[in-house]
């Protein structure tokens, strides 16, 4: 159902105060009272009824979430769960390269298991995944670029219809609910998570949010519309020194307006789901350290559903509730107080099932807040329209042919990749011209499409896993014939002379959350970690020979010494598995780069974000039709601590 957009500006909260009984702005108590107003009276009735007819213990299970791998179908059944999720690297049967019609079997036995149930009102099952950068935990599903490149792009449009294609895949595989957007607004690069975010502009940010969510959520009830969720409230992009899961040191003003930006998007376009952050907040301006998001009342009942009036779904992150002080992974009554409504407890379920009904039993956790989180999960179930038809009705259920978006991805990644120098026009490549390429991720589609594909790390993939797609090595052959195109992984020993051209992809290994992180005081320096780049360089350059690099990296990475060895260099970002969307681009000039920077890029080893030294601008991107000169650039010396 569409409800009216929300048009309050997180900045203006600031006048309520800090507690959830504040009184509110007229223009909050307006947006409150129009999203509260836009419930539906029949549907609301239907819901206490089936509420008011459970007990305590099928309640508490509609709102517990285990992952797919520690619960069988037939405990799903007796314990009356209410959602699932697969984690990164679940498949059907821990079969990595599981056909659609595999998955789609693996969801409908969970979800019969929960209409199987002796309950008065039989309950359908929502089932979780993290379709990121579309369906990427499934093999032959085009993966497209991650958020940092589509940022450059600007455009919003294409992102919505990014959402679309993402939605038809999930529902393929009989899902349902995809924990996507990131509307992280990234500040620090040492986060191993930048390249979930798609900028540190938070209005660029609120656009997508809003654009995404509509996409993947369509009309909800349709066969291609999922359901969204909004993550990670509230300031996971901005945590100190870009530790993953770490404290954001900031004002309660900067911490709305900031951070809070993509929420906004995402309310105004109806977002069903919002996910819980692992950080903390500190208070800069009032000194007051507000601990663990998970256990925040304030932001998490007072603000978010309170002042902003949002009406679905709060979910944990993955065992978020043990981070909260006196809490452990199945029991946390401080979390369920706050306000979240299902808990992601993958592994510890059984016992958060009955440490949580002890928890009212006994006083700890008043029943009508259990009641209110399963009010919310049904209305969500409701809108998404399981009551009334099943997710397997969908007619993309099973369907193969519905994960291709390869020609939507491909189109992606050529408006999401910058080109940072050109100089002496170094590009397009010109075709029937011999071409060299160089570096191990010319051929890796693991590097090309970095973190959460396939796998969590997006690690211990082959090219083989991804079923589909096409790496820049392969599209470059395609666009300039096999026969122009020679390969070496490390450029020794090779002739460079005899070539017209040199390309020279180079990249991180994938990562993901937590070991992305590149902790202060190291230097963060793309040739420091990964120093078989720069050595693949130095082989090449100098020839007499243009030298035209690609860079895949998951943050802006300082490279001014991979700049001055390369005649044109091309920030690709993490481009996802359409690699004719680069060769577009690089050859033969028919189609500009038209990426932008939604980043700053750093001038230095130890410059982490908008306020410290930059090389280029956010907003920076040189094309064809607008080239510029770039020279050589400063190398200042990198120390081997960024420490004092």
Partial sequence: MKRPALKLSLSLLLLAGCAPTAILPPQAVEASAGRSAALDPAMEARIAGIVAGMTLEQKVGQITQPDVRNITPDEVRRYYIGTVLNGGGAWPDNDKRSTVAEWAAWADAYADAAMATDMAVRIPLLWGTDAVHGHNNVSGATIFPHNIGLGAANDPALIERIGRATARQVRATGITWAFAPTVAVGQNRRWGRTYESWSSDPALVRRYGEAMVRGLQGGLTGDADVLATAKHYLGDGGTFDG???????????????????????????????????????????????????????????????????????????????????GCTKDHCPQAVNAGIDVFMVPEDWRAFIANTVADVREGRVPESRIDDAVTRVLRVKMRSGLFDRPADASALTGRADALDASALAREAVRKSVVLLKNDNAALPLQRGRKVLVVGASADSLSNQTGGWSLTWQGTEN?????????????????????????????????????????????????YAEYNGDVRFPAPVQHSLQNPADLAVLRAVSGKGVPVVTVLYSGRPAYANDLINLSDAFVA???????????????????????????????????????????????????????????GRLPLPQTPQTCEG
């Fill in 243 to 325: 530790v993953d899961q770490g404290q954001t040191r900031t004002s309660r003003e900067d911490l709305l307006s900031t951070h809070g930006a993509g929420y906004l998007g995402a309310l105004d376009a109806d977002v069903q789901t919002v996910m819980i952050s692992y950080s903390s907040w500190y208070d800069t301006a009032s000194g007051q350290d507000h601990g663990k998001m998970h256990g925040n009342r304030d932001l998490i009942a007072g603000v978010l559903k309170g002042e902003l009036g949002f009406d679905g779904l709060i979910v944990s992150d993955w065992n978020g509730i043990e981070q909260v002080a």
């Fill in 462 to 510: 082959s090219n083989a896993d991804f079923a589909t797609g096409q790496t820049l090595l392969a599209a470059l052959r395609e666009a300039l014939g096999a026969e122009n195109v020679t390969w070496s992984a490390d450029g020794a020993g090779v002739d460079v002379s005899r070539y017209d051209a040199v390309v020279a992809v180079l990249g991180e290994p994938p």
């Fill in 572 to 630: 690709a970002f993490l481009p996802g598995t359409e690699g004719r969307g680069l060769a577009d681009v690089l050859v033969d000039g028919a189609h500009d780069f038209s990426g932008r920077l939604s980043f700053a890029w750093p001038g230095s080893a130890c410059s982490t974000g908008e306020g410290d030294l930059v090389q280029f601008a956010r907003g920076y991107g040189l094309s064809y039709a607008r080239p510029a000169p770039v």
